[in-house]
C-alpha cells in the first residue's frame, strides 16, 4: 500500500514541477491575493489594525480550496483519458489510488502555502509566537487541506466533463470563503450570515488558526472548532472512500 501511494503521489509531484504553466499560475497566485486583499483592502480600512495578519488565514483557507479543486480536476482528467484505467488493472492496492491523489492534492497545496505566508510576512504579517496556536493552526490546516482535496476527489469521481466538474465545484468554492469570517469580522454581518459561517468549515479553520496571527473575537471555542474539522474529514474521507468504491467496482 505504501509503495504504491508513494509512487502514485511521486508522479504527480515530479508533473507538477514540470509543468511550467501550473508552477507559474500558483507562484503568481498568491502574490496577487495577499497584494489585492492583504495590502489593498487593508489601506481602504479604517482604523490601524494589521489586516494582513487578520485576513492570511482566510487566504490560506483559498489557497487549500483552489488546489483541491485543482487536484479533483487532475483526477478527473486522468479518468476521462483512461489512466485511471490503467491504475487499476495494475497490481496495487486501489485504495493507495485515492491515497496518492490526496496526497499529491495536498503536497501541491502547502507548496502554495509556504510562498502564501513569505509573501505575507515580506507584506507585514506577524505571527503570535505562541508555540500551541502555531501547531493547532498547522493540525487544522492539514485537516481542512485533506478535508476538501477528498470533496473535490468525490465531485471528480461523479463528473462526466471538465465543465460540470467546475460548476459543481463552484458551488462550495469561493461561497464558502466569503460565507466565513475569512476577509472581515463577523460582528456587523446580518444574523443569517453569522449562524451560516458558524456552520461553515472554512470558519472553523480560521477560528483555530487566526490566534496564530493576529487578536480576534473568537465566536466559539478553539477546541470546538477543531473538532469540527476532526468531524468533517471523516465525513468527507468517507464520502471518497464510498465514491471511490461505487466507481470502481
Known sequence: ??????????????????????????????????????????????GDGDYVSFMLPGILALTALGSATGGGMMFLDERLRGILREYQVAPIPRMSILLGHILATVSKSFFQIFIVLSVAFVAGARISGDIGNLAMSVVALILFAVGFASIALAVAMRSKSIMGYHGMIFLFNLPMLFASNALYPLENVPTWMRWLAMFNPATWYIEVARPAFAVHTPIMSSLIALTLLCAFVAWSIQIALSRFRAMTS
Do not use: D, S
Request: no cysteine; glycine share 10%.
Open 1 to 46: 500500500m505504501y509503495t504504491a501511494t508513494h509512487t502514485i503521489w511521486l508522479r504527480h509531484m515530479r508533473k507538477f514541477f514540470r509543468n511550467r504553466e501550473e508552477l507559474g499560475g500558483l507562484i503568481i497566485q498568491p502574490i496577487l491575493w495577499v497584494a489585492l486583499f492583504g495590502i489593498g483592502m487593508g489601506r481602504m480600512l479604517p
